[in-house]
Every structure is written in C-alpha cells, then in structure tokens.
Nanobody, 115 residues
Framework: QVQLVESGGGLVQAGGSLRLSCAAS????????MGWYRQAPGKERELVAT???????NYADSVKGRSTISRGNAKNTVDLQMNSLKPEDTAVYYC?????????WGKGTLVTVSS
C-alpha cells in the first residue's frame, strides 16, 4: 500500500517560517520526483515546488526566493522550508510523488499564516 504522510503544518505569524516534511512508503519502484502542492479555500490546487531524483528543483513564482525544497535525510522523504510567510500562503499543503507514470498524493497538512 502506497502512503504519503505530511507533517510540519501549523499556525505561524506573517514573516515566520515552517518546515514541512513528507515521507513516502510502500512504493514498488524508485521515485522519479517529489513535490509540494497547495490548495487555499475557494481556489484550485497549485504547484509550490518539485524536486527530481537528480536534484533539479522547480518553484512557483509566488514562493520563489522564500522557499527551498530538498530531499530529506530518510529514504523517500522530501522537505519544504518556507520563510517569510505571508497570509496568502495559507492553504492545505499536499505532498506528491511521481513513480513511472503514476502520481501519489498525501492527505495534506494545514498551514495557516496569520496577519
């Protein structure tokens, strides 16, 4: 059974920082890429950042310069360091993993940034 579990969400004041983590398990094949998406109330899910197995990263313009995605210390994990948080960063953040042509999603972790 494939499972992605996110952690690290919570309440933070504007200008603060959070570090989100995701751990994937139950995958038969190696992961091609992992990433973070988010969905704010009333909005569609959008890309935050991705990282390939080779370490290539991609960021949404809205978080570029304020966030860093990296492979975690443990196997099949990914972290998202978010700094200088803004109220508009408030959303449920979802971890995903790309394996071959398949995509897997976590259940999400809520990030709330107060003004």
């Amino acid at each position: 059974q494939v499972q992605l579990v996110e952690s690290g969400g919570g309440l933070v004041q504007a200008g603060g920082s959070l570090r989100l983590s995701c751990a994937a398990s139950g995958l038969r094949f190696s992961i091609n890429a992992m990433g973070w998406y988010r969905q704010a109330p009333g909005k569609e899910r959008e890309l935050v950042a991705t990282i390939t197995s080779g370490g290539r990263t991609n960021y949404a313009d809205s978080v570029k310069g304020r966030s860093t995605i990296s492979r975690g210390n443990a196997k099949n994990t990914v972290d998202l360091q978010m700094n200088s948080l803004k109220p508009e960063d408030t959303a449920v953040y979802y971890c995903n993993a790309a394996v071959s042509t398949m995509y897997y999603w976590g259940k999400g972790t809520l990030v709330t940034v107060s003004s």
